[in-house]
Nanobody, 120 residues
Framework: QVQLVESGGGLVQAGGSLRLSCTASGSVISINTMGWYRQAPGKQRELVASITRSESTNYADFAKGRVTISRDNAKSTVYLQMNSLKPEDTAVYYC??????????????WGQGTQVTVSS
């Protein structure tokens, strides 16, 4: 089993930056891809960015140029650096982790989510 705990959410002004962290515990060696998803009020949960253990990345179109995902395998932690934040980025951001043999995303494990609110 894997447990994911997010941190770093909060209230920021439009144009500001925020860095989210997600730390995995438990059977962390079973995890390959980790990523961030978000769910805004009244909308479907959607991918923000993902990253493999070898640091190959994938970004949603809206995130390209503003968002950087990274990970520290030694710390079992994935980060999401978000810049130039917009009010439409307001959402609950969820950490996700997939096992090595999972080809579809999102993966098996989810964090509880962290609220990001961007004010005008």
């Amino acid at each position: 089993q894997v447990q994911l705990v997010e941190s770093g959410g909060g209230l920021v002004q439009a144009g500001g930056s925020l860095r989210l962290s997600c730390t995995a515990s438990g059977s962390v060696i079973s995890i390959n891809t980790m990523g961030w998803y978000r769910q805004a009020p009244g909308k479907q949960r959607e991918l923000v960015a993902s990253i493999t253990r070898s640091e190959s990345t994938n970004y949603a179109d809206f995130a390209k140029g503003r968002v950087t995902i990274s990970r520290d395998n030694a710390k079992s932690t994935v980060y999401l650096q978000m810049n130039s934040l917009k009010p439409e980025d307001t959402a609950v951001y969820y950490c996700n982790a997939a096992r090595w043999l999972e080809t579809a995303t999102p993966g098996t494990y989810w964090g509880q989510g962290t609220q990001v609110t961007v004010s005008s």
